[in-house]
């Protein structure tokens, strides 16, 4: 059993861009705010003028934990596993798993760096590593 | 709305894990014996007020009890949020004369029925592929996919965020939440009501806990319950006519900010879980300082929650709360005896209502681990929800 993330008509954009393994959020054109998830005018100037802009790739490490007890069968046989929550560059924070990362080397404040992960065949998910030339 | 309205009665069923009984048949015997205290009867009813969570609606409880007028009825939506949103409900509907005597319930079979500790409810297991829908953390479309699925997860990013930003070493934040986890069991073994009456909570035994979410462990972790709370308030005229005792309300709130769909990851500051001032608002209204309150009930879905608020609520200063528990403690003998029943964690998790019932017996003078001279008490879940009660 998988968990796989469901589109919606406000978040379609978001998973077509991460088929296209690109991590897309909203931006307002009127006072540069961006967030996630996505909403329908900006949250801090309340323009309608919002687009959807690809990310660099870069973020941080704002808290992590390691998952040992499975809250759903689909887990069952994936914990213990780590769950973190990375501040993008652009501000947002978005939810991820650090891949290619041992539970020990995890810090809160490591860089990383924007990658995919296909979990089934043609379904991709977003997710972080760490930068690899600082190791 | 200070003093307007008070709390005349409380009830409950036994806390077990098992009731055996329907959540209906548990909110039924909690309203009655909250009436029974209140020295009142059913057609002395005409408001009403539940938790959005409940299975139990305003029109099984009117059938049952056979209540002729209710003119007044609401809903508060989510869990601790709602702890002290149903109390600012009713003490406002009385204090603006639409209602005159309100009942409040929450029953459950949060352990033999729907579990809120699984996240099954939410993501629904039917086929290889299951979907996680709708953009609430935990288990929406941003989260459920990486394993993100219940509130006790996104608690544990909480605690590991403030253990870095405090500086606490793994050693320390594993002392201060045990000793979080070790007085509220210690509560409970005096508390005939409580789940966890029988067993015995060392520091040693906190630590052997199996680690759940790192860094939270089994005991950092509510109960599941099976049980039922009520509560009955009525205007304070009323409540001295009923009772010698009668518990003010000073002042209660619910909030909402930015981040507050439960349970936020999103916040720019992942310790601030409440609107800005209405702390201050809350203390204001009610008219008392914090040097003024004799003890607190705060909503403990894990003990990290009891460390967070002491700093939310204003008696210690931010990235202070750990080393104010290491010094000071939370029992009866320190200056802010907290969640005196055994708490969420040790007593039974009726999302909040049984800590406003410990909090009415603590001012009536009848609380098991008594308070010495309780005189006005803090509610308060992450600053979304709270109340100061006096007697």
């Known amino acids: 059993m ?13 998973w077509d861009g991460v088929q296209l ?9 009127a006072c540069d705010h961006a967030w996630h998830p996505p909403l329908y005018i900006c949250p801090k100037c309340r323009s309608k003028n919002i687009k959807w802009i690809a990310i660099s790739g870069r973020g941080t490490v704002y ?3 390691i998952v040992h007890h499975a809250a759903h069968e689909a887990v069952v046989d994936s914990v213990p596993y780590l769950v973190a929550l990375v501040s993008l560059a652009e501000g947002p924070r978005i939810v991820s798993n650090i891949l290619n990362c041992q539970f020990n080397d995890v810090k809160i404040g490591m860089q990383v760096n924007l990658t995919f992960q296909e979990i089934s065949k043609g379904v991709l998910l977003p997710q972080f590593e760490p930068i690899a030339d600082l190791f | 709305m200070r003093g307007k309205a008070a709390i005349v009665g409380i009830g409950q069923t036994e806390f077990s894990k098992s009731s055996g009984r329907s959540e209906w048949e548990l909110a039924l015997e909690a309203i009655q014996a909250a009436l029974a205290d209140a020295g009142l009867e059913p057609a002395d009813v005409d408001g009403l007020v539940r938790y959005s969570y409940d299975n139990v609606t305003p029109a099984m409880v009117v059938r049952s009890l056979n209540i002729p007028d209710v003119r007044w009825f609401s809903d508060v939506p989510f869990g601790g949020t709602a702890q002290c949103g149903v109390i600012a409900q009713a003490a ?14 929450r029953a459950l079979n949060e352990r033999s029925g729907v579990r809120y500790g699984r996240a099954e409810r939410h993501i629904a297991v039917n086929g290889d ?6 953009d609430k953390t935990p288990s929406g479309q941003f989260s459920g996919p990486y394993g993100l699925h219940v509130p006790g997860q996104s608690m544990a990013l909480w605690a590991q965020r403030y253990a870095y930003e405090a500086q606490l070493s793994r050693e320390q934040f594993t002392s201060v939440l045990g000793a979080v986890a070790v007085q509220q069991r210690k509560f409970a073994n005096t508390n005939p009501l409580a789940m966890m009456r029988d067993k015995p909570l060392s520091m040693d035994d906190y630590i052997q806990g199996r680690m759940i979410s790192d860094p939270l462990r089994i005991f950092d972790y509510c109960l599941e319950t099976d049980g039922a709370a009520a509560i009955v308030i009525t205007g304070a005229k009323t409540a001295r006519a009923l009772r010698a005792d009668p518990v003010y309300i000073l002042a209660a709130q619910q909030s909402l900010f930015t981040h507050s769909e439960p349970i936020t990851v999103y916040a720019e500051d992942l310790m601030v879980h409440s609107g800005s001032g209405n702390i ?16 607190a009930q705060f909503y403990d879905a894990t003990s990290f929650m009891v460390l967070s608020d002491l700093e939310t609520y204003g008696f210690a200063k931010r990235s202070q709360g750990g080393s104010y528990i290491l010094n000071n403690g939370t029992g009866n003998e320190s200056p802010l005896p907290v969640n005196t029943h055994g708490g969420h964690l ?13 909090a009415v017996r603590q001012l009536r003078g009848t609380a098991s681990n008594t ?21």
């Not at chain 1, 393994?21 to 054109?29: A, M, N, T, V």
């Not at chain 2, 406002?92 to 319930?105: D, K």
């Open chain 1, 2 to 14: 998988l968990i796989v993330p469901k589109a919606d008509s406000l978040t379609q954009v978001y």
């Open chain 1, 21 to 29: 393994r690109e991590l897309r959020i909203q931006k307002c054109l």
């Open chain 1, 63 to 65: 808290s992590f934990t």
């Open chain 2, 92 to 105: 406002a509907a009385i204090a603006s004369g639409i209602a005159r005597t309100v009942v409040i319930w």
């Open chain 2, 129 to 134: 592929l299951v979907f996680a829908s709708g």
């Open chain 2, 280 to 295: 201050d608002k809350l203390f204001s209204d009610a008219g008392v300082n914090r040097s003024q309150i004799s003890f």
């Open chain 2, 346 to 358: 040790s007593e039974g998790y009726i999302h909040g209502l049984n800590h406003i019932t410990e």
């Open chain 2, 371 to 391: 308070v010495i001279n309780a005189e006005i008490g803090l509610l308060g879940c992450n600053g979304a929800s709270s109340a100061i009660l006096s007697r």
